[in-house]
């Protein structure tokens, strides 16, 4: 059963802005970390950001100038919005819910895939001109 639903994705081009959702009907996502992930095709998993329980938030060293992570308790959505996109961007996103080992501080444990229990099936973003 599927727990956690991405959406957004799709085809844009170089430059332009994207803002992902990952919602779930099944739990509250600000009682848990979430996290957001990118696969492209094979690769592995990359963590890009997370927000904590507590709002606070981390990025990818190489990404965090381009996105923002926030969360909508009342629409019980997280977001991701990815700014001037790049062809090397194409991926899978994904969120996850972290599990009970994924505890604050979290040095650099936020972007280990490990570390969730809970993801959802992804969204596609594909960058190309």
């Known amino acids: 059963q599927v727990q956690l639903v991405e959406s957004g994705g799709g085809l844009v081009r170089p430059g332009d802005s994207l803002t992902l959702s990952c919602t779930s009907s099944?739990?509250?996502?600000?009682?848990?970390?979430i996290g957001w992930f990118r696969r492209a095709p094979g690769g592995d998993p990359e963590g890009i950001s997370c927000?904590?329980?507590?709002?606070?938030?981390y990025y990818s060293d190489s990404l965090k100038d381009r996105l923002t992570i926030s969360r909508d308790a009342v629409k019980n959505t997280v977001y991701l919005h990815l700014r001037n996109l790049e062809p090397e961007d194409t991926a899978s996103y994904h969120c996850?819910?972290?599990?009970?080992?994924?505890?604050?501080?979290?040095?650099?444990?936020?972007?280990?895939?490990?570390?969730?229990?809970?993801w959802g099936q992804g969204t596609q973003v594909t960058v190309a001109s």
């Open positions: 996850a819910k972290g599990s009970e080992y994924l505890v604050e501080p979290f040095g650099k444990s936020w972007s280990r895939y490990h570390r969730y229990d809970q």
């Open positions: 927000i904590s329980r507590a709002g606070n938030t």
């Open positions: 099944e739990f509250a996502l600000d009682r848990y970390h």
